[in-house]
T-cell receptor, first 110, second 113 residues
Framework: ETAVFQTPNYHVTQVGNEVSFNCKQTLGHDTMYWYKQDSKKLLKIMFSYNNKQLIVNETVPRRFSPQSSDKAHLNLRIKSVEPEDSAVYLC?????????FGPGTRLTVL | TQTVSQSDAHVTVFEGDSVELRCNYSYGGSIYLSWYIQHHGRGLQFLLK??????VVQGVNGFEAEFSKSDSSFHLRKASVHWSDSAVYFCAASIPGYQNFYFGKGTSLTVIP
């Protein structure tokens, strides 16, 4: 049963464009995350967001920014995409040290 | 600082075989350890976790994992695998009081029918 929803499933764009990915969770969890998963399946934490407190992985380029309207939503905006941004972006929420993931958004940058 | 390592990048077994996927961690304090499964083209799905108590924890679909403090390990096992168990498995660690999760590099399990 899906409880973390992501849109779109796929997105193809060109270098320099702006993109935005949406994430919503219906689990009532307080903490949400964005991960980047590369072609080798390696997971990299980008952001975590809890009670309006944002924790940023310092290695994340500034063109990436999270946007939250409430604790059920955490969107990801990329201001000017680069080729190395091509990856799968996974949204997750957590409770009691368990994470629940969305299906991911696959970004291809041409 | 803490790390999670999964020594096997790929494991291949036949359907009906048993399998053990290895996970080792390095951290001196209390820790939550968990396993996740990721089928192709999908997000990760929580399997099981351990914090304290019985070192053998049961998860969904016949998976279990055993914690060993002396070996700093949390290996995942299944007695009889099915072709549908083919996926990438991730071990993860969390420190109590903190919200971040530290994932290993994943082990790709292929089950040959």
């Amino acid at each position: 049963e899906t409880a973390v929803f992501q849109t779109p499933n796929y997105h193809v764009t060109q270098v320099g464009n702006e993109v935005s990915f949406n994430c919503k969770q219906t689990l009532g969890h307080d903490t949400m995350y964005w991960y980047k998963q590369d072609s080798k399946k390696l997971l990299k934490i980008m952001f975590s967001y809890n009670n309006k407190q944002l924790i940023v992985n310092e290695t994340v380029p500034r063109r990436f920014s999270p946007q939250s309207s409430d604790k059920a939503h955490l969107n990801l905006r990329i201001k000017s995409v680069e080729p190395e941004d091509s990856a799968v972006y996974l949204c997750a929420s957590s409770h009691s040290y368990e994470q629940y993931f969305g299906p991911g958004t696959r970004l291809t940058v041409l | 600082t803490q790390t999670v390592s999964q020594s096997d990048a790929h494991v291949t077994v036949f359907e009906g075989d048993s399998v053990e996927l290895r996970c080792n961690y390095s951290y001196g304090g209390s820790i939550y350890l968990s396993w996740y499964i990721q089928h192709h083209g999908r997000g990760l799905q929580f399997l099981l976790k351990y914090y304290s108590g019985n070192p053998v924890v049961q998860g969904v679909n016949g998976f279990e994992a055993e914690f060993s403090k002396s070996d700093s390990s949390f290996h995942l096992r299944k007695a009889s695998v099915h072709w549908s168990d083919s996926a990438v498995y991730f071990c993860a660690a969390s420190i109590p009081g903190y919200q971040n999760f530290y994932f290993g590099k994943g082990t790709s399990l292929t089950v040959i029918p």
